[in-house]
């Protein structure tokens, strides 16, 4: 195997491979033999059609030297030019036939060399830690347990909304028998007492799923030119929830 290197620019190089024509040919011969023994349909045995055999020779023996053979050449020649990429080695050309050496470019990036540190003179500033008190304990642990609430349905012969308890309703509402903008939604989950559709709460409260009831409220300012407006709503409660911690 010959090698060269060359200098592409700043940490770039270039590495030229040729294995020889005595190293390659037993891989060379191992793949012809293999698919001259192909049989296709509708040939004899050892036959194929003008120029198979050497296209697919030629795909057959580019698999094998980019998976096999020049990985192991390549890693010889760096460890001689005593270079190691930090980047994945970028084939650029491969030239090979049945009677010719098997010839590639490869491009790559090295480290740059940097200069020895002396850890000795390296001064490290201690910082003092304030005291952990016991409220500081509690409150991270109550932000793990907050991060680890879930849903949880409630369950049972007559379970009825609560405070702190989360709803998921259907509504919708008239104005004077009229419908209007942002009058109906479907699914809308919300903890009572919370600060979400804070109109609905009070209305809610005792009721138990399956529910359906009709209320008169005010509209609040979301409601835009219809705030302030006395509105007729029918509620249907669908599910009534808990916070579950671990």
Known sequence: MESTIDELGK?????????SLKEIKPTYDTIYRKLKSTRLNGFRPGKHPKGWLEKRFLSAMHQEAVDRIIPGYMDKALKKHSLRPITKPVIQKIDFGRKVPLSVTIHFEISPELPPLDYGKIQLEKKEIDEVSAADISKELEILMQREEVLALKEGDDVKVENDDWVLINYEGRIEGKEFDDSKANDMQFAIGGSDLVEFHSGLL???????KE????????????????????????EISFVKRP
Do not use: Q
Not at 11 to 19: A, Q, V
Not at 219 to 236: H, M, T, V, W
């Open 206 to 212: 005792g009721m138990s799923s399956g529910d359906e």
């Open 215 to 238: 209320v008169e409220i005010e509209l609040p300012d979301r409601f835009g030119e219809n705030a302030g407006k006395k509105a007729n709503f029918i509620i249907k409660l669908t």
């Open 11 to 19: 940490l770039k190089y270039s590495l030229d491979l040729e294995i």
